[in-house]
């Protein structure tokens, strides 16, 4: 294993230190407990965003907090939800007088340890809404399994959700569009590699050089099925398919495509992906109104891609397009 | 009461466990990197440390309750991912369940125990079988509960509770997880041990361990062997 760290033990405590001297015109960062929240935090009479989950994924979260996204992010230890008692403090710095929106991907431990928080503020009189997102089709039956997991669509339900609250919206709608977006967006991915965890030294699953994992998740779960590496083109129609038959999509959609890398995947082969995947959709009637590629919601250096694709009508667009200034995406503003 | 159990025995436990876990987090995390993630001895092993540092703050007088009561809020406030919720809502409801008690005969062992797996249900949602630290934890009450009948120790009740324990451990290999990561494993999760099995079941032995140790009560017929 070759990494860039110090110690495995100090690998979250030092990045956020390192997240704060880089974009401290963006946030505050408070070290123990551990969140990030925009610099101009509470915001009075807006709702707070407030989202986590275990490190590793960056540029999720922390790189989404800021205007019109999230008012706070809690890194977690790599791959391991963070407790409650930075949730609760991440949401009481961040409570405006409007409640707070927790969004929280479908994982287990992020689900408990979110539930704990929410408790945890409402008794402090905090208004707290959650929003379970849940976007990969990879899992197939949900009865026999934790859910669907909540992977890359998470961004979209950040920034969507985000400009909603910006714009004034109260807890009620913000979590309204949050659940509208969640419902509206399937994502499927794809690995080539495994990652691995700093403090584990190992990967967390072993592929053979010619093996890929179809439907990995964003802490190298498996979803469907192991086969043999296969053309760009064809891994794309492999991930596709069950995206456009789960909501299902259908001929006149207009409908946002984001291409996402998995931590270890070059810019290039990222458009390649996004080539074959818009031209999927264009046979198919489905218009790609907006677009976002490249590394968002990431497994530590994984290589490997997932593709989201977000049906949209005239108010999501214009919230997609709203402006946003955050670490890690940023316009109009 | 002899043979009851009282804080010697409950803080005795506490630093056993942090032992064991410690001792134990390479195979936790190496039973977890197979159908989970990979954090899992990682995790248990910073949240006793972060018990062990506080057991200095009990109070001179305090009662099992009380110890268990810190060791629930230690871990729900340091372990996180679904085992601090999970296993630190087992410590509080087990504490509760004991109450203000000082000394915890054979009927408030089995009542801490029950207790305690009503807490997983109640967080987690599984059920027997689903390949979680459930299928530890179910045996091993039903277990304390038939030897408590049986008129045995608190410590007899605690070894038949850590041996069934073991055995629900191993038994969680063949199966497909329906909740936690491993679900996503589908039958590729047959032939691992459920890493949260796996610790519950080390805790649980610590604590029969323990209260051979403290309790009295050693001379039962059941093993209390090492952990290992």
Known sequence: ???????????????????????GDLVTVSHDPIYIARKDAPVAGKVGLVSGGGSGHEPLHGGFVGFGMLDAAVPGPVF???????????????????????????????????????????????????VIVDDDVAVKDSLYTAGRRGVAGTVLVEKI?????????????????????????????????PCVVPHAGEPSFVLADDEIEIGIGIHGEPGRERIKLEPADAIVDR?????????????????????????GTPQVELYIVFKHAAEVLAEKGITVTRSLVGNFVTSLEMQGVSISVLKLDEELTGLWDAPVQTAALRWGR | M??????????????????????HRVE????????????HGENLDRGF??????????????????????????????????????????????????????????????????????????????EPGDKTMIDAWTPAVDAAAAAEAEGRSP??????????????????????????????????????????????????????????????????????????
Do not use: C
Request: proline share 3%; no cysteine.
């Open chain 1, 1 to 23: 294993m070759k990494k860039l760290i110090n110690d495995p033990k100090n690998v979250v405590d030092e990045a956020v230190v390192g997240f704060e001297a880089a974009h």
């Open chain 1, 80 to 130: 391991t939800s963070p407790t409650p008692d930075p949730i609760l403090a991440a949401t009481k710095a961040v409570d405006g007088g409007k409640g707070v929106l927790h969004i929280v991907k479908n994982y287990t431990g992020d689900v408990l340890n979110f539930e704990t928080a929410a408790d945890l503020a409402s008794a402090e009189d905090i208004e707290v809404r959650t």
């Open chain 1, 161 to 193: 959700a985000g400009a909603a609250a910006e714009r004034g919206d109260d807890l009620d709608a913000v979590a309204a569009i949050a659940t509208k977006v969640n419902g509206q967006v399937r994502t499927m991915g794809v690995a080539l590699t």
């Open chain 1, 239 to 263: 991930l596709l398919g069950p995206i456009l038959e789960d909501l299902p999509f259908a001929s006149g959609d207009e409908v946002l495509l984001l291409v996402n890398g998995m931590g």
């Open chain 2, 2 to 23: 002899a043979d009851a159990l009282g804080i010697d025995w409950t803080t005795d436990w506490i630093r056993r466990t942090a032992q064991v876990v410690h001792d």
């Open chain 2, 28 to 39: 936790l995390v190496t039973l977890d990197r197979e159908i989970g993630d990979g954090d």
């Open chain 2, 49 to 126: 440390t972060a018990v062990l540092a506080k057991l200095d703050t009990l109070a001179d007088d305090a009662v099992p309750g009380d110890a268990l009561k810190l060791v629930a809020t230690t871990l729900i406030s340091t372990v996180g991912g679904a085992s601090g919720p999970l296993l630190g809502t087992a410590y509080l409801k087990g504490a509760a369940a004991v109450g203000k008690d000082e000394q915890l005969d054979g009927a408030a062992v089995v009542a801490f125990l029950t207790a305690a797996r009503d807490g997983v249900v109640l967080r987690g949602k599984a």
């Open chain 2, 155 to 228: 410590a007899e009740i605690l070894a038949a509770a850590a041996d069934a324990a073991e055995k629900g451990a191993e038994a969680t290999e063949p199966l497909v997880a329906r909740k936690g990561r491993a679900s996503y494993l589908g039958e590729r999760a047959i032939g691992h041990r459920d890493p949260g099995a796996q610790s519950s079941s080390l805790i649980l032995r610590a604590a029969a361990d323990s209260a051979a140790g403290t309790g009295g009560a050693g001379t039962g017929g059941a093993s209390t062997g090492g952990a290992a």
